[in-house]
């Protein structure tokens, strides 16, 4: 059965004040029993209070995040030459599946470039699937550009066959397309989705000034940055079928994640969401 959790870059600031283990007894006790690790350095002494947090608190952890290129040791784990660590952490965590959270953004600035950042992509996750582990890429709003006609999605899927998916519902909203038809198109291959709500805002008082000063640059400038982040249900996404969708698709983990909470606690956040994605009738997920 597929489960709803916390993707983890929401939680870095708790974790540098109060550790992995602390702060993921907060995320236990509002209701979450699964993590995505991101963005936290992978470190000993934090590694091992995953692993408690895994032992006591029943936590189980979705994924960790990867790169592939960068210095041995650093975090997220760079696969081009730290694959040995990787797999054990992996294994010491209890996950067989690796993310990479976003491409640089230089490797996707041409239709060459993605080729060969897939095929690359493709030779980690051959290497992954060796050990056991399965490699899935993340995408945003930039994955759907169009080279020759085509998503740059599209091209690192079929450039990368042996490369999964995970699937940020917001960030498809904000390239263009419909969440529920992307989960459909690329069903079977996405066992990670993210939650994560889209909202209108109202416009800043300096759009509002501007507009009534006639300054039409500065409006327009303040006038596209209405889109916000918002707790699960808090937004305009439809998650009462965002959610069957993507367990009926093959999703394993559904992860909440908010990048930004405008003036809330993260552990504020986090309830919100977990109490409105109850309220649809997906408790069983918890």
Known sequence: MARIGVQAMMLRESFEKIGPFETLRKVAEIGYRAVEVSQIPMDQANVAELERARGELGIEFAALSAQLEGEQGSTPYPLAVDVERVVADCRRLGTDMLRIGMAPMFELQSEDSVRDYAKRAEKAAQALADEGIALYYHNHHVEFAKMSGRYIMDILADEAPSMGLEIDVHWVQRGGLDPVRTLHKYAGRTAMVHLKDYRIGALSE?????????????????????????????????????????????????????????????????????????????????
């Open 206 to 286: 300096e759009g509002v000034k501007a507009h009534a000063e006639g300054n039409h640059e500065a409006f327009m400038r303040e006038f596209a940055d209405v889109v916000q982040f918002a707790e699960v249900g808090e937004g305009n996404l439809d998650f009462a079928s965002i959610v069957p969708t993507a367990v009926e698709t093959g999703a394993k983990y559904l992860l909440v994640e908010q990048d930004r909470l405008y003036g809330r606690t993260v552990f504020d956040a986090l309830t919100i969401s977990h109490d409105n994605l109850v309220g649809l009738g997906f408790q069983d997920l918890f």
